[in-house]
Each structure stands twice: as C-alpha cells, then as structure tokens.
C-alpha cells in the first residue's frame, strides 16, 4: 500500500474527542475503548455505530489519543478513511461527530451519510 492509500484509510480524533472518549471508558467497568462502526441503513444510506467495548477483534484498528482508544474494524475503515472523530458541546447538545470527506450527502442528525 503506497503513502497515499495509507492516509486515505487513516482515521483522527480530535483531542475534545478523545478526553471524552476516556471520561466515558474510565466511568464503565470492564470496557477498554470506543468501537465506531458503519452499518447500512439510516436515512441517507450508511450510518455510524458507536459502542463501549471491553475487547479488540482481529481486524480492528486502533486510534489512540490522550489515553482514549477507539477501535475500527476494516470493513467500516473503507467508509471512514481521512474522517476526523470529534465531540462537541454546544447550545444544540453534545455529541460525537465525525467529519467524513468521503461523505458526498447526510442528514440532519448528523450520524447518517451516503457516499
């Protein structure tokens, strides 16, 4: 795999969402780290999964930032390569968010996107 395909599939997290990521993880016995996932379905055609998790499958990917830990597994990678993990706490409410560049449309709660 070249430099380029190696940033295309490469995910980040912000560091907002990494302090919240470890607040949560910290606060549940037993879990180790945030899984995001992307699942068909959601009103624009994929949606993203989030879980608290306490093991790591073969074929994830770990992102590590700040002692937060969020696991992607391949399948779901190919969706969200160069995306950005963030969270935000605003007047709306909080909530993760992930910046998508491959996301060419989404609704409006913002956990739903088609490429």
Known sequence: MGADAK????????EAAAKRIARIVSNEDGK???RVSVEGGGCSGF?????????????D?????DGAT???????LVY?????????????GQSFQI????????CGC?????I
């Not at 940033?7 to 912000?14: C, G, L, Q």
């Not at 990917?61 to 930032?65: D, F, N, T, Y």
């Not at 390569?81 to 007047?91: A, H, K």
């Open 61 to 65: 990917v770990a992102i590590e930032r």
């Open 47 to 59: 949606s993203y999964k989030f879980d608290l998790v306490d093991t790591r499958n073969d074929d």
């Open 110 to 114: 913002g956990t739903s996107f088609s």
């Open 32 to 34: 180790t780290a945030l």
């Open 70 to 76: 969020v696991l992607i597994d391949d399948l779901s």
């Open 7 to 14: 940033t295309a599939m490469k995910v980040d997290m912000t």
């Open 99 to 106: 910046r998508n560049p491959n996301a060419v449309a989404s």
């Open 80 to 92: 969200m390569g160069g995306s950005v993990i963030d969270f935000v706490d605003d007047l709306m």
